[in-house]
């Protein structure tokens, strides 16, 4: 691996599920443009990351947070890009406060909207650090 300038950030990233299913967006980012992901977003200076997913959850979609446990970390790097950088990925589960709330598309600039999807019929393409941890067996259902 090239040795890039640049620090390392944490995203926190929300599995939130609603029986069956699981809430995806798809992006408008120059990073995976047009692909879907999960809701996220940066850890901010003091933050747990149970704040950061409630936070986060709750700018980009409405949506207030229940029950809310830590699944697995990911590690990814961006090279790609005008300006590389790497991510260290928490991925939360997390359930709705109430599950008759809908999301709402609040950062339109950033996101064409909010569904929900089965896990074994995710929508394509997927923002590939997703693609690649369900590739690796991630579910974030309890078994
Ligand atoms: P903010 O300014 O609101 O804090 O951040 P954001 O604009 O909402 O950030 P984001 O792009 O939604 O999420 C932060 C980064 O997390 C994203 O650019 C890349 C990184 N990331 C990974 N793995 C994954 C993943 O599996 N899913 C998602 N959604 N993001 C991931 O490294
Ligand atoms: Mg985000
Ligand atoms: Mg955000």
Redesign the pocket.
């Known amino acids: 691996v090239a040795e890039t300038a640049g620090s390392i950030k944490v995203?926190v990233?929300v599995c939130l599920l609603r029986g069956q299913n699981v809430l995806l967006g798809r992006r408008r980012?120059s990073?995976g443009d047009s692909t879907f992901?999960?809701?996220?977003?940066?850890l901010e200076f003091g933050e747990s990351f149970e704040e950061c997913a409630a936070r986060?959850l709750k700018?980009?979609t409405g949506l207030d947070i229940g029950k809310i446990e830590l699944l697995t970390v990911?590690n990814?790097l961006f090279l790609d890009e005008a300006k590389p950088s790497q991510?260290v990925?928490v991925f939360m589960r997390a359930v709705l406060a109430d599950p008759r709330q809908e999301p709402q598309n609040i950062e339109p600039e950033?996101c064409d909207g909010w569904g929900w999807y089965e896990w074994d019929n995710l929508p394509k393409p997927l923002?590939w650090?997703?693609e690649k941890?369900v590739q690796d067996g991630f579910n974030p259902f309890p078994t």
């Open positions: 995203a990233v980012s990073l992901s999960l809701p996220s977003g940066h986060e700018e980009e990911t990814n991510y990925a950033f923002f650090p997703l941890v």
